[in-house]
């Protein structure tokens, strides 16, 4: 499945998404389908859509604060067969808007994994009323499901990359350190712990990271700064 595209060193997480909003649009017969996603701020912001016309209604919605997505986003539940002709109560802004853009009916989906909701799937129709029927809801949530599975999984890829980033930097950099150190020993006839104190003391004093100036010394020890220099 596309979905499990997610899972591998080449995901491109907006040809992921605008895929989704393809594949749903094809799928149910919508008009057009938008995706919003929350940030790490758990703000949401338009990420796809199938249509130019439903990227606008995706942004006027965030721009309005109110809509179909933002609602199925934060009660993390559905919207189905919102007859927009007759949702001016509900969405004052954005039902005569997307009216205007030609669509009649809409539906929101929350991308959510248990309890926890990352975005909300819009698909729009041209039909009054109930166009979706009784099998197409499971159908479209189930898509909604899977990609908020795939996208959280993403997301933790992520996370445990960067994580082993930083702990790779930190191990070369402990490494640089005790090279550094062994350098200064030679130089000046010191402990392992007072080749550490000149090096830290020298490091704060003249306002360098003490892991560039351990990698100065052991890339030039020739050219070894006078750690004693106040």
């Known amino acids: 499945m596309e979905a499990a595209d997610t899972l591998t060193a080449e995901f491109n997480l907006r040809d992921f998404?605008?895929?989704?909003?393809?594949?749903?649009?094809?799928?149910?017969?919508a008009a057009a389908v938008g995706?919003?996603?929350a940030d790490e701020h758990d703000e949401l912001q338009f990420m796809a859509a199938s249509q130019d016309n439903a990227m606008w209604l995706e942004l006027f919605q965030l721009q309005s604060q109110e809509g179909p997505c933002l609602e199925?986003?934060?009660?993390?539940?559905?919207?189905?067969n919102a007859d927009l002709p007759a949702a001016g109560g509900r969405w004052p802004l954005f039902a005569p808007r997307a009216v205007a853009a030609g669509f009649q009916s809409v539906h929101a989906f929350p991308l959510r994994v248990r309890r926890e909701v990352i975005g909300a799937l819009?698909?729009?129709?041209?039909?009054?009323?109930?166009?979706?029927d009784d099998a197409d809801v499971p159908i479209v949530q189930a898509l909604a499901d899977v990609?908020?599975?795939g996208l959280?999984?993403?997301?933790?890829?992520?996370?445990?990359?960067?994580?082993?980033?930083?702990?790779?930097?930190?191990?070369?950099?402990?490494?640089?350190?005790?090279?550094?150190k062994g350098v200064?020993?030679?130089a000046y006839d010191v402990s392992p712990d007072e080749a550490f104190t000149l090096l830290r003391t020298y490091s704060r004093r003249n306002s360098r990271r003490i892991a560039d100036l351990a990698l100065a010394i052991v890339t030039d020890?020739?050219?070894?700064?006078?750690l004693t220099r106040p």
């Not at 998404?17 to 017969?29: I, N, P, Q, S, Y």
């Not at 199925?72 to 189905?80: T, W």
């Open 147 to 149: 990609a908020a599975i």
């Open 122 to 132: 819009n698909v729009f129709g041209t039909v009054v009323g109930a166009d979706f």
């Open 72 to 80: 199925a986003f934060r009660s993390g539940h559905p919207v189905v």
């Open 184 to 186: 200064i020993i030679r």
């Open 152 to 180: 959280l999984q993403q997301r933790a890829l992520l996370r445990e990359q960067t994580l082993t980033d930083q702990l790779q930097h930190a191990l070369e950099s402990r490494v640089i350190i005790e090279q550094a």
């Open 17 to 29: 998404l605008h895929m989704l909003t393809k594949r749903t649009a094809d799928l149910v017969g």
């Open 221 to 226: 020890p020739a050219n070894i700064p006078d």
């Open 35 to 37: 995706m919003l996603l």
